[in-house]
């Protein structure tokens, strides 16, 4: 892996397949997070608008919402559960939260300062600190 980590852009959904993509911040804390984990992050979603958002049945103030917080990305690493995933990306300091959907739809990262943070499976609040 080349220094600084490697990031895949995987078709969005919700942009008609097109690749995810995300912000400038984002994208050197998930290329940071990678680093730490000597993998490739693939991202399966990224910024959205509020059409996009609400045909994947996105919160109504995701972070994923490109007039407002826009700071999210749903990533996968190939190999990895959502819950390996997920618990890597809590420990990485990378991501003020982090949720584990357990539908089938991965790990959910974000920036956001505000609010409950910290570790979530299906966005109930876990007690995990990071070490």
Do not use: C
């Amino acid at each position: 892996m080349m220094p600084g980590g490697s990031i895949e852009f995987m078709p969005q959904r919700s942009a008609g397949g097109d690749p995810a993509a995300v912000t400038p911040t984002m994208q050197s804390h998930l290329l940071d997070f990678s680093e730490k984990e000597s993998t490739t992050v693939q991202v399966t979603s990224g910024l959205r608008t509020p059409e996009q958002n609400e045909a994947v049945g996105g919160a109504p103030n995701s972070s994923h919402l490109t007039t407002g917080v826009d700071q999210a990305a749903d990533i996968a690493i190939q190999g990895r559960s959502p819950a390996e995933t997920a618990n890597a990306a809590h420990e990485s300091g990378e991501f003020s939260r982090v949720n584990e959907y357990t539908d089938g739809r991965g790990v959910h990262v974000d920036l956001r300062r505000t609010g409950i943070q910290g570790r979530f499976i299906d966005w109930v609040h876990q007690a995990i600190p990071r070490r």
